[in-house]
């Protein structure tokens, strides 16, 4: 696939993502007070308890995050989460969503599939909506013994105890229901991957791609030697684990200015 229609898919998975998200957002979850977990349901929050609407908290509180992403896991990234994140603020901004129904169950698990659905579709674009995951990205790699999602677990209980003291014990408790909800959407979206996917990649220049990967990524590669099954000449085959996320980084394309 050729890189102008790569960031073409890209785009179009990110822009039904954003519109995904917000269905979920401002269909379910806004009249009935619930939050989402993660850097959402932070924006949430600060949303309900200051006088600054959520369109204008989600970016601020994204931003942090997204900067980190920059450094870490490249620009193209970095750009494309700006886009979705500001897309979706404005979105939630300007956009009417109809209020599909009072039932609080129902808002609850619907909002979080939507929600999630929308996370989805924008990882898979190459871009996330809510920050948490790369945080918890960098706080795996960097703290010994700590797994991405013990840190995302870590990062939700506090905030749905914070959430029990702002909204109340019920809201949050459904508020609690929405992020499951949404987590197992967004690994259906995924399908199922887990957190760390395995990549092969065969190439006739394997060296700079090792060493791309050993010590831009950080991450470890195992060599194969193989034979070529149509010239019959010999090659090595990278075998890397990488996150999700830095998938996107593997892939080929033209630099980055």
Known sequence: MSPIRRETLNACLILLGVFSAGM????????????DGGVTGISMLLAKITAVPLPVWLPIVNLPFVALGYRHLGRAFALRSVAAIAALSVVLATTSFPDVTSDLLLTAVFGGVFIGAGIGLAVRGGAVLDGTEIAALLIGKRVPGVKVGDAILAFNVVLFVAAIAVLGTEPALYSILTYVSAARTLDFILHG???FTAVTI????PEPIRQAVLEEMGRGVTIYKAR??????DREILYCVVTRLEIGRLLPGPPCP
């Open 228 to 233: 070529g099954g149509m010239r019959g000449d």
């Open 202 to 205: 065969m190439s006739s220049a």
């Open 193 to 195: 991957i887990e957190e």
């Open 24 to 35: 979920g957002l401002k269909g379910f979850l806004y009249s009935s007070h619930f939050i």
